[in-house]
């Protein structure tokens, strides 16, 4: 009997999604995102590239956009047409966050880094890229940015505050476009690093920040009521 609560409980607590997993891939987080309802319905990711955030499980109505790679649509991420607005249920926004970059790493042309670009480039890139797809979220749609905290030029950008920041805290308040709902951390085995005096902590983690778009008829949700 004491072994039959055990088998049951701890079968539960193996297949509740935690926030923080060592999943083995993007793909594999996505699925437990999926379970957890904040993607669906008429799905756009704009930042498609090789589609392997999807080779575990593709949402059923998936619109694809990349600039440079084969997608549905090769819209900039920066500027959607005009009519796009509030369209989507949830828009997945995955941007070139690798803030180091070269065009000779063939991992760089995957994330889409390889051009050359400055560290204040690639971060506004980012927020102008986050801003937008959150215009072509539906009211009260989700919004999902993969983002890296990680040390540039010897200091930590913290990606995930950024964004936060831009798009919307974790209070309520008027001015606020969209409200930080859910983070996944993907753990990964830490890359040796250079033998040089570490001065900050190595950030062994990418995130996917889940935002929910501000809808018109929520706000005593919002807390304005
Ligand atoms: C990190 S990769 C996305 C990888 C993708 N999630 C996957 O599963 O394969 C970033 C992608 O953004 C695309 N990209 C870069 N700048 C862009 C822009 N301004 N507008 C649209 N797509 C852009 C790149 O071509 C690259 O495929």
Redesign the pocket.
């Known amino acids: 009997m004491v072994m039959y609560f055990y088998i049951i409980s701890n079968m539960g607590y193996r297949m509740s999604i935690m926030s923080i997993t060592k999943w083995p891939n993007?793909a594999a987080m996505m699925v437990d995102v999926m379970k957890l309802g904040f993607i669906y319905g008429n799905v756009l990711?704009?930042?498609?590239?090789?589609?392997?955030?999807w080779s575990r499980g593709e949402p059923e109505n998936l619109i694809t956009?990349?600039?440079?790679?084969g997608a549905d649509y090769s819209?900039?991420?920066?500027n959607f047409p005009e009519d796009w607005e509030n369209k989507f249920d949830c828009v997945v926004f995955?941007?070139?966050?690798k803030l180091n970059g070269s065009s000779v790493i063939k991992q760089d042309i995957?994330?889409?880094v390889h051009r050359e670009a400055s560290v204040k480039e690639r971060l506004s890139?980012i927020i102008d890229?986050a801003l937008e797809c959150l215009r072509v979220v539906k009211l009260s749609g989700y919004l999902a940015v993969k983002v890296q905290n990680q040390v540039a030029s010897g200091r930590t950008h913290f990606q995930t505050d950024i964004v936060t920041q831009v798009l919307g805290g974790c209070s309520y308040s008027n001015a606020e476009k969209a409200r930080k709902i859910a983070e996944f951390h993907l753990l990964r085995a830490p890359r040796p690093q250079p033998h040089s005096r570490q001065l900050n902590p190595y950030n062994n983690y990418s995130t996917l920040l889940i935002f929910k778009k501000k809808g018109k008829m929520k706000l005593k949700e919002w807390g304005l009521l």
């Open positions: 993007n990711d704009a930042t498609f590239g090789l589609g392997k955030f956009n990349d600039k440079y790679v819209y900039d991420f920066t995955d941007p070139p966050y995957r994330y889409g890139l890229g």
